[in-house]
């Protein structure tokens, strides 16, 4: 009975919290230079407070297979309104302070290993604070008060940047609320910012590349809008940032990224081929629709599914290209008998779907044997489709029309 009667008071917190109108969450980024050298972006974090007197924050901890993230949170102190003290790990505060008090955080983020960002074993999501710029993803930079509704609202805004420094993030917009708080990105510094011909759609670059600026630009404002065009969406505001990575070796390559809802956060050596980059945007930037407007993933299964989302992806992100003009016939071939040839000499090519699961993480072959049969599956299943007057793309639709996750 105890328990039940436990249940039952945290379940009335629940709602009350959840009922509450929540008032504006601000945040105030500032750069903090020592001699002309960046050191670290302060955070001026301003809410009200719980109704209860008591606020539990939550830093940033594990995310994108990184731990600890907290530690590139220093300096954290209530201004005011309130008294700071330890919660239950690392990775939480709690907060006292009077009902509904106006409290004001601040702390600075600081980057918490030596040196640029490197290509070295998976992308560098750690807040990365050089001398001249910064690069803060959302989950690896900010405080969020803890078990707050995701639909409160938020402004960010950033302040005293100094002379010739740009910023670009994908907080800036109207109607940014909590949850959208850690899926996002902010560059500031040396970045050059740019639209595409869709002035919804910003780039921000930095360093040197084989390609223009200009080239890149068109060429992620064809992708995000033929994406968009081919799945009846709006234009909506969506942000590009490429961050160079120092290579170990001159001859080492490496290209990778992250989504993060309307925004797609690049790192890449500076000797990446355009064409690398943009296939790797066309094909993320994919992910916003399939697996999720046509009906989402299993939840307890879902490497099993990766055949549909990555699969039927990487289908439709070498068509898309093709449609858009970004790629020649020839390009669309020569990427289709990669997949042809790798599927044919992989050592994982028989295996049943239930194998990939099992090894996906530990088998380099298993690992793409998704990527592969989804694609030749959908390729097959469109010349089916064409043969009696219709097309994958129909199909495709509909079930986006009926409505996915
Ligand atoms: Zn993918």
């Known amino acids: 009975m105890q328990a039940a009667r436990v249940l039952a008071v945290l379940a009335l917190a629940f709602l009350s919290v959840g009922m509450a109108p929540r008032e504006r969450i601000d945040y105030t980024l500032t750069p903090i230079l020592t001699e002309g050298a960046l050191v670290a972006v302060e955070v001026d974090l301003r809410f009200r407070g719980e109704a209860d007197g008591e606020t539990a924050l939550s830093l940033p901890d594990a995310w994108g297979g990184q731990a600890e993230l907290y530690r590139a949170i220093t300096a954290l102190e209530a201004v005011s309104g309130a008294q700071l003290r330890e919660g239950a790990g690392p990775a939480q505060r709690l907060l006292s302070h009077r009902p509904n008090a106006r409290v004001h955080l601040r702390y600075r983020i600081v980057q918490d290993h030596e040196g640029p960002p490197m290509a070295r074993g998976g992308n560098p999501y750690r807040a990365v604070v050089q001398p001249g710029y910064f690069h803060l993803i959302g989950h690896a ?172 992806t990487d289908f439709y992100t070498a068509r898309m290209l093709v449609r858009q003009g970004l790629w020649i016939p020839a390009d669309y071939a020569a990427d289709f008998n990669a997949t042809l040839s790798a599927y044919a000499h992989s050592t994982a090519r028989t295996a049943p779907n239930a194998r990939v699961a099992e090894a996906f993480w530990t088998d380099q072959d298993m690992q793409q044997l998704p990527y592969q049969r989804g694609r030749l599956l959908a390729a097959i299943w469109d010349r089916r489709l064409r043969a009696e007057g219709r097309s994958l793309d129909v199909l495709m639709h509909a079930m986006s029309a009926r409505g996915g996750g």
């Open 141 to 312: 930079s900010f405080i969020t008060p803890e078990g707050w509704d995701e639909a409160a609202p938020v402004q960010l805004r950033v302040r005293a940047l100094p002379r010739g420094w740009r910023f670009a993030s994908d907080l800036e917009h109207d109607g940014l609320t909590l949850g959208g708080v850690g899926r996002s990105i902010s560059v500031g510094g040396d970045f050059r910012i740019h639209h595409g011909a869709d002035r919804n759609i910003r780039v921000a670059i930095r360093g040197d590349w084989g390609f223009s600026d200009a080239s890149f630009v068109a060429q992620a404002n064809e992708i995000i809008s033929g994406q968009r065009n081919f799945w009846g969406d709006e234009s909506t505001p969506y942000l590009v940032t490429v961050l160079p990575l120092e290579a170990p070796n001159p001859r080492a390559r490496s290209v990778g990224g992250t989504g993060l809802g309307d925004a797609f956060a690049f790192f890449a050596t500076a000797n990446t081929e355009e064409s690398r980059i943009t296939r790797t945007l066309a094909h993320e930037s994919l992910h916003t629709w399939l697996p999720h407007r046509i009906g989402g993933m299993s939840a307890q299964n879902e490497v099993g599914d990766y055949w549909l989302s990555e699969g039927f």
